[in-house]
C-alpha cells in the first residue's frame, strides 16, 4: 500500500531528526518492504528454531503479515564520558568490547537517543492511524541479515487493517 510507505519515510524523518545527547548522532535508519520482508520472516523464525529463543516465530509471522518495517538503530556510538554508571561500570568504556545478538556495551545515553527516535517514529505512525509495535527481535535477526549496519537496532513493523495484527498474538 502506498499509503504504508509513505508513513515509513516519514518515520524515518522522525527518528532521523528526533533530539540527542550532546548534539552527537549515532542513530541510523533503513526501511524495508516488499520481498525482503518474507526473507525476514523466514530468518526470524529459524534464528527462533536454531537458538531455542522463543517468540521469534510469532513475531516472525506479524513480519510476514506486515507492509513494511522501520530499523531504528544506533552505529559506532561513542560514549558520552559522564562516567555516570548507568551501563553498569564505574568508568565509561569503549563500546563495542563483546558480541551477541546485538555489540555492546553501549552507553546508556546513546541507547535513550536510540530511545527517543523509536518514539518520533512510531509517534508518527500512531498519528496516521498506523498500527505498529517495536519489536528488539526484527532488530537481531535484521542486523544479522546485513539489512541494516547498526551495532543495536529494533524494527518497527507496519500494517493498516481493520484489526491491529501485533496485539492478540
Known amino acids: 500500500m502506498e499509503g504504508i510507505q509513505v508513513v515509513a519515510s516519514l518515520m524515518a524523518i522522525a527518528a532521523r ?9 549515532f542513530v541510523v535508519v533503513e526501511t524495508l518492504d516488499g520481498n525482503v520482508l518474507q526473507e525476514l520472516a523466514d530468518e526470524m523464525l529459524a534464528f527462533g528454531e536454531r537458538t531455542g529463543k522463543a517468540n521469534f516465530d510469532r513475531d516472525g509471522e506479524n513480519v510476514r503479515r506486515s507492509e513494511a518495517v522501520v530499523l531504528v538503530g544506533i552505529k559506532d556510538a561513542k560514549v558520552a564520558g559522564l562516567n555516570c554508571g548507568a551501563c553498569g561500570f564505574d568508568k565509561c568504556l569503549k563500546t563495542n568490547t563483546f558480541e551477541k545478538e546485538f555489540s555492546g556495551p553501549q552507553c546508556a545515553y ?3 537517543d536510540m530511545g527517543i527516535a523509536l518514539g518520533s517514529a512510531v509517534k508518527i505512525a500512531s498519528d496516521l ?23 543495536f537496532v529494533m524494527g518497527i513493523p507496519l500494517s493498516a487493517t481493520g484489526k491491529n495484527i501485533y496485539f492478540d498474538r
Open 17 to 25: 531528526t528526533a533530539p540527542k545527547a550532546a548534539g552527537k548522532d
Open 129 to 151: 492511524n498506523v498500527d505498529n509495535r517495536i519489536m528488539y527481535r526484527i532488530g537481531v535477526v535484521a542486523r544479522e541479515m546485513g539489512l541494516i549496519d547498526a551495532d
Open 110 to 112: 546513546r541507547l535513550l
